[in-house]
């Protein structure tokens, strides 16, 4: 019976430093996570179209996330309400007049994604979620909108540099990751060998 606790306690223990893993990762001092502020030159040049955010985030763990819809209603800067991280950025397209038909019907709009017929897409550079605290005003991720050849394109203008690539996680997170690593695999290696059956035993059946 004891054997077979230590297994199961080490299969435990592996889960929860594989959950620590995905877990949001503490962020230095002068940093702190912020709703990025984004805008769309272009779309003002394109009248007969309806644009639409669609975004997948998530803090944590994305299990259970849902992407959620945001309207790119001109070209001005705006805040995009999203979690910690992000997963898929896309800017959605769609005649007006066909747009209002769709979501009069079903205005939730999970109907409108990328394989939507009549819909343009463009996967975009996703904006930093992470800011300086000493930062006065917002930084702008700002994205050009072209329609060429009938496709949507989009281009980032110089996106603005994400301070948490030259801030690496705290050391303390990474010491509690490794070590919770460590012992769980050391907890089923011995629950590995507790739990194997004695030679004697085996030649004993093997004899009968």
């Known amino acids: 019976m004891f054997r077979i606790a230590t297994l199961l306690l080490g299969i435990t223990l ?3 430093a594989l959950t620590a893993a995905r877990a949001d990762i503490p962020l230095p001092s002068n940093l702190e996570y912020i709703k990025p502020t984004v805008q769309f030159v272009g779309v003002d040049k394109l009248p007969e179209y309806v644009f639409q955010l669609r975004v997948f985030s998530f803090a944590g763990s994305p299990s259970g996330a849902m992407h959620k819809y945001t309207p790119v209603k001109d070209d001005k800067p705006f805040t995009l309400n999203v979690e910690r991280r992000l997963g898929s950025v896309e800017l959605l397209a769609m005649q007006r007049d066909e747009f209002a038909k769709r979501a009069k019907a079903d205005p939730s709009l999970k109907w409108l ?3 939507t017929a009549g819909v343009l897409s463009a996967e975009l550079d996703p ?3 992470v800011g300086d605290k000493k930062r006065k ?4 991720t ?3 909108v072209e329609l060429k050849e009938g496709k949507l394109v989009v281009t980032t203008e110089a996106p603005p540099e994400d301070p948490s690539k030259n801030n690496p996680p705290g050391m303390l997170w990474w010491i509690n990751t490794t070590l919770a690593a460590i012992l769980s695999l050391a907890l089923i290696g011995f629950g590995l060998y507790f739990a194997r059956p004695a030679r004697g035993k085996v030649e004993l059946a093997t004899g009968m």
């Open 14 to 16: 592996v889960g929860l």
């Open 113 to 115: 994604t990328a394989e």
């Open 127 to 129: 904006p930093s979620t």
């Open 137 to 140: 005003t917002a930084s702008i």
């Open 142 to 144: 700002k994205y050009t």
